[in-house]
């Protein structure tokens, strides 16, 4: 497995008992819209369960949610998820009568395709993965975490006890590349 | 003057007022479509963008007295600390149109899940197909909405101020998270360069996220368990 992108996260309760989540690699490491998703929008998705929101992919989510700080789009026909960036930042980009109609449509996928949006895609499979691994991570509060996209595109997450242990991973798996160019 | 008049999707409560109220974007959006409020222009509105407008007009002096409180006092000032240097960053206005009452655009049903964090049930519900709702202490909580007229079947989930805050009692909680925060982090990486954001976390826990540009904050509860 070779990394491609990572972001390294550390993790701690404060005394509200509410989770910190801070990134600690500047500048951050490009897989910008999945970390949004887990650092700032992931607590509303646990407080519906993640296995309700799962099963809400099904049903009321079908097609996706929003949230202040990404928008969550459903590409059912292709099995993808896409994370495209919310309106604090597009709405400072200039709009066309095509874009103005596809936002009115609530189109994010075509906004993506077209490259109006920045975003982030995944499989459905690897996002559920991730939805799953993501809540079990933030349940053990390990210090630290890593998130990374690898070279088959595949994202994922994995804690860590120490910030040396995932930096050492992250160098093991980055390495590989460098040796097998 | 008290929120009761202005819970009608109806009629322009006072139609003159509104006209006379300058310098608010959401009003001014309607000012065109409607013709500066001419009686057909209005005939145009649907339902919850009556009660908006009547709501801006509820909220408009209360802005103009908050913010010039805030000029008056030097501003709000948000100081963190990065690699032993202290940033300061102003905030001259809060938004309290796009913040609290949310915004509305004429023909349009995108912008309306747009801020509005606090809870006005009368509003909420003529705007929004409402979803599931959950709390995340201290009274704020997450609901999902979605346009009534929305072509597409996607809700957002909005963060919002505890049920019956008042104007006076959000800007409050945001002015104390300022001047008193129990801790303040930069919301990293975010590609809009003239936009800063910051998480702050107030004495009892509770966390609110401000988006700052040309000294105008936007701000909405937020936590994460």
Known sequence: ?181 | MGLDPFLNSEKIIDVERLKSIEGVDQIEKYRDYTNNFHPDGIAKLKPEEILHLNLCDWLAPKAIEINERIRKAGGLKISETRNGIEYITEIYELDLFHSLLGEMKPGSVRDATKGGHLFISELKSATFDIGEIKSFGNGFFDMEIKHVRGLSDQYKTNSFFQVGTSIDEAVAMIENSVLFPYEIRIIEGIKNKSLKGFHLINKNGDSFALFIENKVAQFYPYNIK
């Open chain 1, 1 to 181: 497995m070779i990394i491609k992108k990572h972001d390294m996260f550390a993790i701690k309760l404060n005394i509200f008992s509410n989770l910190n989540i801070y990134a600690i690699i500047k500048p951050v490491g490009g897989l910008y819209y999945v970390r949004q998703l887990l650092i700032y929008s992931f607590g509303s998705i646990r407080r519906i369960r993640v296995l309700c929101f799962i099963e809400n992919m099904k049903t009321k989510y079908k097609n996706g949610i929003s949230y202040e700080e990404v928008d969550i789009n459903i590409d059912n026909e292709n099995d993808l998820v896409y994370l495209s960036e919310s309106y604090h930042t597009y709405d400072t980009k200039p709009m066309t009568k095509e874009i103005d109609d596809l936002f009115e449509a609530e189109n994010f996928i075509e906004l993506c395709k077209i490259g109006f949006l920045d975003y982030d895609v995944m499989t459905k499979e690897n996002f559920i993965h991730i939805l799953l691994l993501w809540d079990k991570i933030l349940d053990q509060v390990p210090p630290f975490a890593l998130l990374y996209q690898d070279d088959k595109n595949w994202f994922d997450v994995l804690p860590f006890d120490t910030q040396e242990a995932m930096e050492k991973f992250v160098a093991d798996h980055t390495k590989l590349e460098e040796t097998q160019k």
